[in-house]
């Protein structure tokens, strides 16, 4: 049960690749069960809770209530600590039948209501589900600490284990016996009375920890505007931008001719980009990079140092010597050192590439006649520039070719051509939001595989980044079940007479993200929670990167970049000019990725007691232990990395290079043969999405390519091969 491994083992409520809503693994040991008390009326009325009556089984949107969701959950877990009461209780000796896979079915009602409450409070957050998240991390973390800590149910699934190899069982048997052990011992289900009580304790207050500091980085990201009134102040920007700019401060309230950015994404990028104000431009950079460390009601700066402090503590009792260690022995890379071992051989040529770029910038700065040096809020502004001299390319007017709706069909017709797989628009089925939209897809014989849903356009109650997850995993034990798959957006929403106008960028993170819902709709395993994305941090986000590099080649974009206006394909001259500058700002890129990486590991590498003292301080050693050029901060900051303090990549940052290793190894597969060969693509579709978190990576990798990665395309993709540049 993805229930078992998935909520309960990574404590993944929310299954996703890059930016992934997941909770601390945590749990709490005082309260719980006993304030369960769900009226049960309530509960009885309760659409979240009742059979889902609606084509596909999707969930009844139309029917859930806000305050639904909270009773439903308390109720989910009740349900849960009984099923699992009974497996522990069961007087028959244990076999795999009763005890592991008698798990892997129990929990299925809490699944399906979190699964639905951790998307939308991700996606369509409001005052009450950010309440109902508030108060049911901590029961959720004391569940799950219930089921893990529970002597007896060890008992019988140490017992199962110990006769594994005289059990007769299947490769994913056998694999789903291994992996559910495992997430016992690494529970603490082998600790004494005291310390289980004590990691009880810090699993509790690193799920409020966690849950707070996504709060904090919510508000001190709402909270800023940056109101520019004298149009001059835009640049160049782009016509739905500065439309969107109007819009937003109308929105806000302004009755003037004016127009407000935000610490989004989608808003601050651009501004930084066009804007030739260099006052304006610190503003709200500085404002972007201060997020949580204002010595306000929203600052991280403790929570930070709580979180790698118990993060410490626990690694300690599990007998590692670092959280990183912990976290790194359930993953591909295995230990700390596979990892810097990879990322010192990226950071060097990435650092100097970086400031090449700089010294280019810089120049082109002195001949604004601007006698300072390149800051940080000038990087963005002098790199288009000097991408426009360089190449003649302007990222800006490539947006018309770029509307979402013909990126999205961009995406489909290549796993179309890649997988067979055709979608068709549904506009029957509940959603979320009305600016949802919701695909039915059907496999190469026509029969259903899957139900898609795309969330596209940012908003107050979205998070930031782009993520996905399952709100049902894919599975056949216990009668088969299709997935059901969320793709969330930040994208600029369509203003009065422009449709949503992508960047390039947003493009790949497009693919991206449909690449980790292939992922999960082409799963083909017997157990949920070895389907879809239930794979290791660091391989997840392969099946995802992977995708962006057809999202790039000239045969795709002329399939569908097409004007949004006048339906003309890109021209070839654009083209052109994009292969050329494919490489170009791949050491600030790299550098800004690197860096947050490096930091991740420098605190959780630490052993303990860790004391860091001021993260302020602590970041800025760190940074400076690696040489990293002032011009550049990591592209997360202590204060909002909710990656590694708010969601599930805690020492697991890296994981993105890992699997860009894997993605560009990969692709170079089709690039040997070609960009659609279907034996190559049924090979992937085989040993890799379809395989789910079923078999070690590394098996998975090796049974598609035949050995494993090899390090140079990657290097040779962001131009530090040698003398790219
Ligand atoms: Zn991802």
């Known amino acids: 049960m993805k229930h078992f491994l998935g909520i309960l083992l990574a404590s993944g409520l929310v ?9 601390e693994t945590g749990a709490d040991a005082s309260e719980t069960g006993s304030e369960i008390a769900a009226d049960k009326d309530d509960i009885a009325g309760n659409p979240l809770l009742a059979k889902w009556d609606t084509p596909f089984g999707v969930p009844p949107f139309d029917l859930i209530e806000d305050e639904h969701y909270l009773p439903a959950l308390r109720e989910g877990i009740e349900r849960t600590l009984a099923e699992v009461d009974e497996i522990a209780a069961n007087p028959d000796a244990p076999t795999f039948a009763n005890t592991i896979e008698a798990l892997e079915s129990a929990g299925s009602d809490l699944s399906r209501v979190s699964s639905v409450f951790f998307a939308v409070n991700s996606a369509n957050t409001n005052d009450s589900t950010r309440e109902t998240a508030k108060l049911i991390a901590p029961e959720l973390s004391a569940m799950r600490d219930a089921i893990f800590l529970n002597k007896e149910l060890f008992v019988r699934v140490n017992a199962v284990y110990e006769q594994r190899e005289s059990l007769d069982l299947g490769a994913e048997q056998m694999r789903l016996l291994s992996e559910s052990h495992k997430g016992f011992v690494r529970s603490g289900a082998n600790l004494d009375e005291k310390s289980k009580e004590r990691l009880k304790e810090i699993n509790s207050e690193l799920a409020s920890s966690s849950q ?14 940056l109101l520019v009134s004298d149009r001059a102040d835009l640049g160049g920007l782009p016509g739905n931008l500065v439309a969107l700019a109007a819009e937003e401060a109308k929105r806000r309230g302004h009755d003037c001719e004016c127009w407000v950015f935000t610490l989004q994404r989608p808003s601050i990028n651009p501004f930084l980009e066009y804007s030739p104000n260099r006052e304006l431009r610190k503003k709200i950079y500085l404002a972007y990079a201060m997020r949580g460390d204002n010595d306000n009601d929203a600052d991280n700066k403790e929570i930070v140092v709580r979180m790698v402090a118990l993060r410490a503590e626990r690694a300690q009792l599990m007998g590692y010597a670092s959280h990183a260690h912990f976290v790194l022995s359930d993953n591909m890379a295995e230990t700390p050192e596979r990892v810097y071992e990879l990322l010192d051989q990226v950071w060097k040529p990435a650092l100097a590439l970086a400031k090449k770029e700089r010294a280019a910038l810089q120049k082109m700065m002195d001949a604004d006649g601007i006698a300072d040096q390149v800051r940080g809020w000038d990087w963005r502004h002098y790199t288009e520039k000097v991408r426009k001299a360089r190449y003649g390319l302007d990222q800006e007017a ?13 995406a489909f017709a290549v796993a179309n051509k890649l997988f067979g797989l055709t979608f068709e628009k549904r506009d029957d089925l509940p959603t979320w939001h009305p600016d949802q939209e919701v695909f039915e897809v059907f496999d190469t014989d026509g029969s259903h595989l ?15 980044g782009a993520w996905m997850n399952a709100l049902r995993s894919q599975r056949k034990f216990g009668g088969e079940v299709s997935p059901i798959i969320t793709n969330n957006f930040n994208f600029p929403a369509p203003t009065g007479d422009s449709p949503s106008l992508i960047s390039y960028g947003d493009a790949g993170t497009t693919f991206h993200e449909f690449g980790h819902a292939l992922n999960g709709m082409l799963s083909d395993v017997t ?10 941090r660091d391989f997840v986000e392969f099946p995802s990167q992977v995708m962006e590099n057809w999202m790039g080649e000239p045969e795709v974009l002329r399939m569908f970049a097409k004007h949004y206006k006048t339906g003309e394909p890109i021209p070839q001259e654009f083209i052109d000019k994009m292969v050329a500058s494919a490489k170009f700002n791949q050491g600030f890129a790299t550098v800004e990725y690197m860096a947050a990486t490096y930091l991740d590991l420098n605190y959780h590498m630490l052993g303990y007691p860790a004391e860091i003292g001021d993260p302020r301080e602590f970041e800025n050693a760190a ?14 900051r202590s204060g909002y990395f909710a990656h590694i303090f708010a969601a599930g990549y805690s020492s697991g940052y890296y994981g993105y290079m890992w699997s860009e290793v894997m993605d560009a190894d990969a692709f170079q597969a089709f690039k040997e043969t070609s960009l659609f060969d279907p034996e190559t693509a049924a090979k992937y579709r085989k040993h ?3 395989k789910g978190g079923s078999e070690p990576g590394m098996d998975m990798y090796v049974a598609f390519r035949g050995r494993e990665p090899s390090i140079q395309p990657l290097l040779e993709r962001r131009g530090m091969a040698g003398n790219d540049e």
């Open 398 to 410: 490539l947006r018309p070719y770029f509307e979402v709706g013909a990126v999205r069909d961009g």
């Open 527 to 536: 157990y949920e929670s070895l389907s879809g994305t239930n794979t290791p």
């Open 688 to 690: 890799i999405l379809a």
């Open 212 to 225: 707070q500091f996504g709060e904090n980085l919510l508000d001190e990201t709402n909270e800023f505007e």
């Open 450 to 464: 899957a139900i898609l849903y795309m969330d596209w356009f940012a908003r107050e109650s979205k998070r930031g």
């Open 623 to 636: 940074m400076d232990a690696i040489g990293l050029i002032e011009e550049i901060i990591p592209r997360y």
């Open 15 to 23: 299954l996703a690749g890059c930016e992934q809503a997941n909770q």
